[in-house]
């Protein structure tokens, strides 16, 4: 028996879920007194996820993977879950995650818990704590079945350093050419732009900036934190900003460490869609905004006013700290 | 084109979230149920393809006689058909099998879902039941367009956006995008008073073991009063997020 995480990597790069996924297993592998295992897909630098306590890295190149595919990632993931006798296997909440975990779970007869945010609380029975009810509630689940599969929450159980020395292999799984059922034509991705998926704060706009040609100091605030742009439902939909910047219920959830919200009343929607971040901002010129109750800080005021000053203010502290 | 819509019957975004029997199910008592929104934008996109491809639309759920009326609703917006599997959704799993039952009986070529239902936001049922078919799937998608037996479909990337050329027959996780806000149907009477007329077919539950158990649930922990920060003093605000949040 053990465990296996599969780290996810993008242009043979990790991204941070990868190293928080592979911490959260190293955690799960101790519970079970087992080893883990990470299976990687044409990454580069596989020695970095012996930081986070991989014990054996399984290395898998293959030309005909180099675009994100989830019947054929599925398709590897379980053949290397079988190869180490892996129990449990932790995927983490990325769209290509999300994607191809269901995929995995029936290829392995597996029970799927999805957005886990801690530790399991017990290994027999195996009961994971996941979010539900669009982040008002948890749900604690006991996933049944033999082999299990745990779909790991972003930014939810952090980075844990666990330096081990581990050993690398290569694997070579068998592709059958029904995974390659679909193709890829065109991929659409902003260059040089922190995504909100990656994005450790989010600086996000709403209805009370008015008009999009006041955008410009939203993105000074987020240049000046390194932070991606978001907006509430009502600005994409009026066309403001792109659907692809829209966070809340029907948008894309965040998870951030930090979340600013200008000018965003927070209606139900939006805030079920943004719960799970950390600390949460709040700026708004009414303080009866139901923001201001699910926020952590809050300002009162013309966001014309305190976002120019907050610029500055960001940007002498960041000199100071430089 | 044969369409299967599958529809979640869910709590109303704006409902209260309580639970009973020492917090190990979820209290219905006064919430207002209706079709999943993700469903809703999926369901939609199956009514244009009815309209400008003659496509035939039959919705289906997993629950009991409580869902009704979430397909009558879907019937009501234009679906030819509904049928209601006879069980409680116990674990998506569980769904998926009962769905996929339900599919091949069927035959049809186009699956319809949405990526997740906003109760317990599982994001399993379209993929597991694609895998189980061994249909195509594509998540998490924006835009979709099928030309015989083609399809091009546009998914959600971390960071933008991807085209797909894929072929029937296909499961559709979808979201926002696969139509508009602005294009969702509200059931006119015309359309409330057909829907009374068109046949909700139920059927019976394959034996299946649901392969997860929700034990018990719990709320957030009541977050502390907002710290308020004078417009004339944002230094502060700087101060409290490196040195009290250290979050920058």
Redesign the interface.
């Known amino acids: 028996m053990s465990v296996l995480v599969y780290a996810e990597s993008?242009e043979g790069k990790f991204k941070k879920i990868a190293f928080e996924a592979v911490s959260y297993g190293k955690k799960v592998a101790e519970l079970l007194g087992t080893n883990l295992s990470v299976l990687t897909i044409n990454a580069e630098n596989t020695s970095t996820l012996s930081d986070y306590g991989a014990e054996k890295i399984i290395k898998v190149n293959n030309e005909k993977l180099s675009n994100?595919n989830?019947?054929a990632y599925?398709d590897v993931i379980k053949q290397g879950a079988e190869k180490e006798n892996a129990d449990i296997i932790i995927i983490d909440s990325?769209?290509?995650g999300?994607?191809?975990?269901?995929?995995l779970?029936?290829?392995l007869e597996?029970?799927?818990?999805?957005?886990v945010v801690e530790a399991p609380s017990s290994v027999s029975p195996f009961?994971v704590k996941r979010?539900?009810?669009?982040?008002?509630?948890?749900?604690?689940?006991?996933?049944?079945?033999a082999r299990k599969l745990i779909?790991l929450a972003k930014n939810s159980f952090g980075l844990v350093e666990n330096k081990t020395s581990a050993t690398e292999e290569d694997f070579t799984p068998a592709l059958a050419e029904?995974d390659f059922?679909?193709?890829?034509?065109?991929?659409?991705?902003?260059k040089g732009?922190v995504?909100?998926?990656?994005a450790?704060?989010v600086v996000s706009g709403g209805r009370g900036l008015k008009g999009p040609e006041n955008w410009g100091m939203i993105e000074e605030l987020a240049d000046v934190?390194g932070a991606a742009t978001a907006c509430s439902?009502p600005v994409s939909?009026l066309g403001w900003r792109p659907?692809?910047e829209?966070v809340g219920?029907?948008?894309k959830p965040v998870a951030a460490?930090?979340y600013i919200a200008i000018g965003i009343s927070g209606a139900?929607?939006h805030l079920?869609g943004i719960?799970s971040s950390?600390?949460k901002?709040?700026i708004n010129t009414d303080p009866e905004a139901p923001f201001?109750?699910?926020?952590?800080?809050?300002?009162?005021?013309?966001a014309f006013?305190?976002v120019p000053?907050?610029i500055e203010?960001?940007k002498e502290?960041k000199a100071q700290?430089a | 084109m044969k369409i299967l819509v599958c529809i979640s019957h869910v709590p109303d975004t704006t409902s209260k979230i309580n639970f009973t029997d020492g917090d190990s199910k979820f209290d219905s008592n006064g919430v207002q149920f209706v079709i999943n929104p993700y469903d809703e934008f999926v369901l939609t996109r199956a009514m244009w393809f009815k309209e400008k491809q003659g496509a035939s639309v039959t919705v289906v759920s997993v629950g009991t006689s409580s869902t009704e009326p979430t397909l009558r609703k879907a019937l009501a917006i234009g679906a030819d058909e509904a049928i209601r599997i006879n069980a409680e959704a116990t674990d998506g799993y569980f769904v998926a099998k009962q769905l996929a039952e339900v599919a091949k009986n069927g035959n049809y070529d186009l699956i319809l879902a949405g990526r997740e239902s906003i109760d317990y936001n599982g994001g399993m049922v379209p993929g597991m039941l694609a895998a189980i078919l061994d249909f195509n799937f594509v998540n998490a998608c924006i835009g979709l367009e099928v030309e015989g037996d083609n399809a091009t479909v546009i998914r959600e990337i971390d960071g933008g956006k991807e085209t797909l050329s894929t072929s029937l027959p296909l499961v559709i996780g979808g979201q926002k995008g696969v139509v508009e806000e602005k294009d969702l149907r509200i059931p006119n009477m015309r359309g409330i008073m057909m829907a009374r007329k068109k046949p909700l077919n139920i059927v019976e539950p394959i034996s299946f073991e649901a392969t997860t158990e929700s034990k018990s649930f719990e709320k957030p922990e009541a977050k502390g009063a907002v710290k308020l920060i004078d417009a004339d003093n944002v230094g502060e605000l700087v101060d409290l997020l490196h040195n009290e949040a250290k979050v920058i």
Do not use: R, W
């Not at chain 1, 597996?110 to 957005?115: F, L, R, V």
């Open positions: 993008s994100f989830a019947k599925a990325s769209n290509d999300i994607y191809l975990a269901p995929l779970a029936v290829n597996a029970g799927y818990a999805s957005n009961t979010k539900a009810f669009s982040n008002k509630a948890f749900d604690n689940t006991e996933i049944k079945t779909g029904g059922n679909i193709t890829s034509t065109s991929i659409d991705k902003a732009k995504t909100i998926a990656d450790d704060i934190l439902k939909d659907h692809s829209h219920q029907t948008g460490n930090l139900i929607q079920a719960n950390k600390v901002v709040v201001f109750k699910a926020a952590d800080y809050g300002i009162v005021g013309d006013e305190v000053k907050l203010k960001l502290f700290n």
